[in-house]
């Protein structure tokens, strides 16, 4: 079988899993009342995709079980931290913003532009993953420095995380803006350390020239943490805040940078 061949295998084999994952979850979201369950597939679905694309494999097997491990402990951690925020809690306020505008059945309107929508964000984003395992040589030093890249945004997001689970765990915090550790260099640790990861991740998959051809891939994903359903929305949901205006004004909007005086 040829390369491109194989790699056709690979993007139908992964895009019929995240079909049958996004209509599991949506099953599972009807059930529960709450649309957000997406929110724990969406790290699941890359962690799956890495794996067949592993699986599959028809260039370097090294680089592609790289990748499928570094991908899995950054969706399992992250599928793990939202599932766990969202304990006892209700909808996401966004999913309530988005599907308040339904032209028709809530639900409907939910399976296409919630799910299905997600499912087929995962394809695309994680096209580096799935085209490396089919066309890559041996692993080099760009790969290294992409694991240290991924390395780097994976502690940044997983301590952005933990701090702001203890800031909100203490009662006296109530309703107080989180602007300390990571929170006081950038006001979304998270999205930027999710940017390192795929960044990482596009340098370990870059084998050979056919990853250049998945750089829309990456652009993508830059974009939705920066200017689509990340930092822009959250911004907007939280500028009503107390202290939410003072606390913007000081702090790196996406970059870490030092805070500027009060």
Known sequence: MTAVAALGVNLAATAAALLALVLGAFVIGRRV??????DVAWGIGFVAVAGISALLATADPARA???FALTAVWGVRLAAHIGTRALGHGEDPRYDRLLSRAPGSRDAYALRMVYLLQGGLIWLISLPVQVSAHT????GPVAFAGAALWLFGFAFEAV???????FK???ANRGRIMDRGLWAWTRHPN???????WWGLFLVACGSWWALLTL???AVMTYLLTRGSGQRLLDEYMSD???WTEYADRTSAFLPRPPRRR
Do not use: K
């Open 33 to 38: 009342g709450r649309h957000s369950v997406i």
């Open 65 to 67: 079980w790289l990748l």
């Open 136 to 139: 890559s040589s041996q692993l």
């Open 160 to 166: 952005g995380d933990a701090q702001l689970r203890r």
């Open 169 to 171: 765990a203490d009662p």
């Open 191 to 197: 999205y930027f350390g999710d940017a390192c990861v």
């Open 216 to 218: 829309p891939s990456l």
């Open 241 to 243: 805040r107390p202290g």
